[in-house]
């Protein structure tokens, strides 16, 4: 968390707030998370125009002038939300603009990262070049996903559905969900899902994020929007954290796995 969802949310309330506008005063008073010291995040961000915003997977990407882009990956508990000038030093970074209005980020733990980046293209930069295809981009079509699958058969669905280097975007929560509806066992193999499980699994990852947006993103941990305000796809997850709870389909309790280090929900009986 924050997933896709999340992240797309903040992409696009940013750009609409931000836009256009020149950084007046910038503050980086956590440097175990950036690639950057302090002295050097406020003197290359400081008099920038934001100039868009974008995003690949769970990674937010701020385009600024003079080619300068700041990247944040949020990890499990990050989180960003306008702030005052009282709240500043508390955050791991901030950034006021000359609208009047402020950044603060918290909450990013150590496999997060808040770095700076000066570049002319930016998929020549290692947090981009990593990640595998976009989840939402519009060549993440059913064949090339169908490759995909064939190309990491050996591997459990769930893996493949988790790994950001295949596919980035989606994390715990979203998968579990998505195999779920699917009727999928989150450790079947790849190589072992017939055509029929794999379209399944394909229409319902946009099923579930469909759903995610139309709940405002999940705040299961610390997602906020920009505005401080929480999602609330997390209220209706349906094996997610539902451990001993009745599946809602056929009453079988939830039961839990690790798979990649990550505690995969499913319901025994549905999910085959």
Do not use: W
Not at 66 to 95: C, M, P, V, W
């Amino acid at each position: 968390m924050p997933e896709v969802i999340e992240v797309n949310f903040l992409k696009d309330e940013i750009a609409s707030t931000f836009i256009g506008k020149k950084v007046v005063e910038a503050i980086l008073n956590n440097e175990k998370i950036s690639n950057v010291c302090k002295n050097e995040f406020e003197k290359e961000l400081k008099d920038e125009v934001l100039k868009d915003v974008a995003r690949h997977g769970k990674v937010l990407i701020l385009k600024f002038s003079n080619y300068k882009y700041l990247l944040i990956h949020f990890l499990l508990t990050g989180y960003l939300r306008l702030i005052d000038d009282s709240e500043k030093e508390k955050a791991q970074a901030y950034l006021k603009f000359d609208n009047g209005k402020s950044i603060g980020i918290f909450g990013i733990m150590s496999n997060g990262f808040i770095h700076l980046h000066e570049t002319k293209n930016i998929n020549n930069l290692d947090e981009i070049k990593e990640l595998g295809i976009d989840v939402l981009d519009e060549k993440f079509t059913l064949e090339n996903f169908k490759k995909i699958i064939l190309k990491n058969g050996t591997k459990r669905i769930k893996d493949i559905l988790l790994d950001q280097s295949i596919i980035a975007g989606l994390g715990n929560a979203y998968s579990d969900e998505i195999l779920f509806v699917s009727k999928v066992n989150p450790k079947r193999k790849g190589g072992y899902l017939s055509e029929d499980e794999i379209e399944s699994i394909y229409k319902n990852i946009f099923f579930v994020l469909e759903k995610s947006k139309k709940y405002g993103g999940a705040s299961e941990l610390s997602f906020v929007h920009l505005d401080g305000s929480k999602g609330h796809f997390h209220e209706h997850f349906l094996v997610h954290k539902r451990e001993g709870e009745k599946c809602p389909i056929c009453g079988t309790p939830i039961e839990t796995t690790k798979i990649g280090g990550r505690t995969s929900y499913f319901c025994p009986k549905c999910q085959r």
